[in-house]
C-alpha cells in the first residue's frame, strides 16, 4: 500500500464507536512504539473527567428534568403579596412575633348530671392547665345549669381550689335559688396579676350585670399553675339536677 | 384525705398557706355584712378570710382534732 495522507483517508463520518481501532505512539522514556487503542479506550478515558461549576455551557431549559425541579420551587416570599400579613405586620424574617390582644378559652360541653340531696354537693370539676389563661386580662364566666328533674330550688357556686375537691376551696360566686328549669349563672371579671376582681362571691345572682354599690371580692388565680373550677350545687329537696356546660373566656390586655 | 388545720391569733394555716379573718368578703343576699362565718350545712361552712372565702368541712381536723359538729369546728376555728 503506498503511503497516504490522513488527510487522504475516507472520512469516518460518525461518532467514536467502541470497536474502533486508533493508532497511537507510546512513549518508553528513550523513543516511540507504536501500538493500538479502541474508541471504547479513548471513551472511558474521557468520561472520568468533570465539569466545573461554571463552566456548564447550554441552555438551562434544556435540562428539562432540572428545569422541572426549578419550576416546582415556590416563588420568593414576599409580604402582604403571597404571603399575608398579621394585623398588618409582616412576618418574614427571623425571630418571635408577638401577638397579643387575643383571647383565649376553655369550654366544656360534657354533661354533667348528678341526684343531689339538700347539702352543697360537687357537681363539676373542671381543670384549667397552667399557661391556658395569662395574668392580665378581663374574664367571662357561664355556666349553664338546671334541675332536669323534680321541683326543687338549685343554687350553685362557683369555685376554685388547687384540687378537685372542696375542702380548702376559694368561693368565685353564688348565684340565686333558682326556682325550676334551667339559669345561666354568669360573672365578668377582671384578673390583674393573677387576681380576680369581680363581684361578692356571696351576693346571691346569676347575672352580675347589676348597678354599682355592691361588694366586691378579690381572689387569686395563679394561672401558671393548673387550677380547678369547680361547680357545686346545693337543692332544697332532692333532686337531679346538672350543668350542661362551662365557658370560661378571657380577653387578653 | 384528712387536712389538718392549725389556728393563730386571728385566722389559720391550711395546706401552706395563712389565711387571716376577715368580714370584707362576707355579705348575705342583702349585701349586709356577716361574720366571718357562714355555715352552709351540717358538715361544711364558708369562712371569710383575706385570701377570699374558703370552704372547709368536717373532712379537715383542727390541731389534730376530728370534729362531728360543725358549730364546734366553727368554736374550735375561731377561738385560738
Given amino acids: 500500500m503506498s503511503n497516504i495522507k490522513i488527510s487522504q483517508l475516507p472520512v469516518k ?13 507510546e512513549f518508553t522514556g528513550t523513543g516511540y512504539v507504536s501500538k493500538s487503542i479502541t474508541g471504547q479506550e479513548i471513551i472511558d ?35 402582604g403579596t403571597n404571603i399575608k400579613t398579621i394585623n398588618g405586620s409582616s412576618v418574614l424574617g427571623s425571630g418571635d412575633l408577638v401577638v397579643g390582644g387575643g383571647m383565649r378559652k376553655y369550654v366544656n360541653t360534657t354533661l354533667q348530671t348528678a341526684s343531689i340531696t339538700p347539702g352543697e354537693t360537687l357537681v363539676g370539676s373542671y381543670l384549667i392547665p397552667s399557661n391556658t389563661f395569662v395574668s392580665n386580662g378581663s374574664f367571662e364566666f357561664l355556666i349553664k345549669a338546671g334541675v332536669s328533674s323534680g321541683s326543687s330550688s338549685l343554687q350553685a357556686k362557683l369555685y376554685i381550689n388547687t384540687s378537685s375537691t372542696l375542702t380548702g376551696a376559694t368561693l368565685i360566686a353564688t348565684s340565686t335559688n333558682n326556682l325550676g328549669a334551667y339559669f345561666n349563672f354568669v360573672r365578668n371579671a377582671i384578673l390583674s396579676s393573677n387576681v380576680i376582681s369581680l363581684l361578692g362571691s356571696t351576693f346571691q345572682t346569676n347575672i352580675d350585670y347589676i348597678n354599682g354599690g355592691y361588694s366586691q371580692s378579690t381572689v387569686a388565680f395563679d394561672v401558671t399553675a393548673n387550677r380547678y373550677f369547680l361547680v357545686s350545687f346545693t337543692p332544697s329537696q332532692p333532686t337531679t339536677a346538672e350543668i350542661r356546660g362551662v365557658k370560661f373566656v378571657q380577653y387578653e390586655s | 384525705m384528712n387536712h389538718n388545720i392549725t389556728t393563730t391569733e386571728n385566722g389559720f394555716n391550711f395546706q401552706d398557706e395563712s389565711y387571716t379573718f376577715s368580714t370584707t368578703q362576707l355579705f348575705d343576699e342583702n349585701e349586709n355584712i356577716i361574720e366571718s362565718t357562714s355555715i352552709i350545712s351540717t358538715e361544711s361552712v364558708l369562712i371569710a378570710t383575706d385570701k377570699g372565702v374558703i370552704y372547709l368541712d368536717l373532712s379537715c381536723t383542727i390541731k389534730d382534732v376530728e370534729y362531728t359538729d360543725i358549730n364546734l369546728f366553727v368554736e374550735a376555728l375561731t377561738n385560738f
Fill in chain 1, 45 to 79: 478515558a474521557a468520561s472520568g473527567g468533570g465539569v466545573d461549576w461554571g463552566d456548564i455551557t447550554g441552555t438551562l431549559s434544556s435540562q428539562t428534568d432540572l428545569q422541572t425541579a426549578l419550576d416546582a420551587k415556590q416563588d420568593d416570599l414576599v409580604s
Fill in chain 1, 13 to 25: 463520518g460518525a461518532n467514536l464507536a467502541a470497536a474502533d481501532l486508533l493508532e497511537v505512539s
